[in-house]
């Protein structure tokens, strides 16, 4: 049995910040801002219009398209606006803005236990569709799309990701300790959908406890396994992990499915079992809020469309003398830059990491020219050439980039940069490659229309 994959980094996990806290309630009483795109995908149109009052868990902008996701409502009160808010990337987009009563009073038709002895394979995928879920692992791809390949009989795991291998990040780590059944029971739902798959349950090593709850969980059980892995970044990497369990490796023009696998992390999979069991859509999700800035570390189950900012005051602000220098939406590898913390949680949210110093600034302060070392090749878990590829971006040969060198296929997870000696921000450029590329291929595409 594989525990890892080739290349990769060891950060400092940073994981002791929070790891032992429990999931925490948080009830925002702020405004609540719900973009209308959290999702790969087109965006949903809005359903309702200002002043129209809404329910916890009704749905307030539907899928405008096959690669969509309904936006459902996490809080009661009224419509206050349909209008253009800045997102925690800075980019301003259409957002529906909902007055907070504070009473969280739920729409009727969910939350009771339904039987689920006999559901068809549609009837799921149909819930999991009503439910507006998509990825909780960071992507954000609507999940009724991805548990609906061509062919379902040739996927043959259905892999959970608990890795959580970012640094800092816990909350997927205290959601299997507390809901591992729950998770499991999920599990068995997608497995109606794929007759000759295995279940794989994948865990990073460092999380003893959680490994154990899902063990206990899937006692018994055919077609399961637990499968812990070594604590390398970026050990949760979908290629990554479909490498340690089918030991294939794949182009970023192919699916996950169509190697014979359907990768979900383990929020969205707590996520799929309670909207087929309990036909609860998707309007809050597991959060951490960390770093060394932040008074008490913790992970809390979020309302979605609720302030970061509102977030932070509730579990006690920054710490006494502490000074914010970097705010983060995720942990230090793949998270994005914040410029404030006045925006909107989003589905697929997973952290808020507040530093007080920033480790990019550092770094472009000590940068020197490329020391031909060769260890960004090393790390590579795609096995790319990561030098090579900077070269061509500083020679705008972006045909080599693309062709020559599979720039495209780059994951964006940093590890090169992490541990570059030079301390060159490659996998910023390499993002701004991939950007100009396809910047240019929708260019000539429309072109030729």
């Not at 892999?159 to 068995?188: F, H, S, W």
């Not at 182009?251 to 696998?261: E, T, Y």
């Not at 932040?294 to 710490?319: C, R, T, W, Y």
């Not at 983060?328 to 007080?356: E, W």
């Amino acid at each position: 049995m594989r525990r890892t994959f080739r290349g990769g980094v060891h950060p400092a996990d940073h994981k002791a910040l929070s790891r032992e806290a429990k999931l925490r309630e948080f009830a925002a009483t702020g405004e609540m801002v719900y973009p209308l795109s959290q999702h790969i995908g087109k965006p949903a149109k809005a359903i309702v219009k200002k002043n129209d009052p809404v329910l916890v868990g009704q749905r307030i902008a539907e899928a405008d398209g096959f690669v969509s996701a309904h936006v459902i409502c996490s809080c009661s009160g009224k419509v206050k606006a349909i209008e253009k808010r800045r997102l925690l990337s800075g980019a301003m987009q259409d957002c529906i803005v909902v007055e907070n009563d504070g009473q969280y009073t739920k729409m009727e038709g969910f939350g009771q236990r339904e039987d689920t002895y006999g559901i068809t394979p549609a009837e799921i995928l149909d819930r999991v569709a009503d439910a507006g879920i998509i990825g909780l692992g960071g992507a954000g791809f609507p999940t009724r799309v991805k548990l609906a390949p061509k062919d379902p009989m040739g996927v043959n795991y259905v892999i959970a990701n608990g890795a959580e291998c970012e640094p800092y990040l816990t909350c997927n780590d205290q959601l299997m300790r507390d809901k591992a059944p729950e998770i499991v029971e999920g599990l068995e739902l997608m497995l109606k959908l794929f007759p000759r798959a295995e279940a794989v349950i994948c865990i990073e090593d460092n999380k003893p406890e959680a490994i154990a709850a899902m063990r206990e969980a899937v006692r018994g059980k055919q077609r399961f396994r637990v499968q812990p892995l070594v604590a390398k970044y970026p050990q949760g990497g979908e290629k990554s992990l479909i490498k340690v369990v089918a030991g294939i490796d794949y182009p970023a023009s192919m699916l996950p499915a169509d190697v014979g696998c359907i990768v979900e992390n383990v929020g969205t999979v707590y996520a799929i079992q309670r909207a087929v069991c309990y036909r609860e859509p998707l309007y809050s999700h597991v959060l951490t809020l960390t770093g060394e800035a932040v008074k008490n570390p913790g992970n809390f189950i979020v309302p979605d469309g609720a302030s970061f900012a509102e977030l932070v005051e509730f579990a006690g602000g920054l710490k006494e003398g502490a000074t914010l220098k970097k705010a983060l939406a995720g942990g230090p590898m793949m998270g994005i830059a914040m410029p404030s913390l006045n925006v909107p949680i989003q589905k697929s949210s997973n952290g808020l990491t507040l530093l007080t110093e920033d480790p990019a600034e550092a770094a472009e302060a000590e940068m020197t020219a490329c020391l031909h070392c060769g260890r960004c090749t090393t790390v590579c878990p795609l096995g790319l050439m990561p030098q090579l590829m900077a070269d061509a971006f500083a020679a705008n040969d972006y045909d080599r980039f693309e062709k020559k060198l599979y720039g495209l296929e780059c994951m964006q997870c940093g590890s090169c940069t992490y541990i570059c000696p030079a301390r060159r921000p490659l996998t910023q450029t390499f993002k701004q490659a991939k950007a100009e590329i396809l910047a240019r291929k929708r260019a000539e595409a429309g072109g030729k229309k």
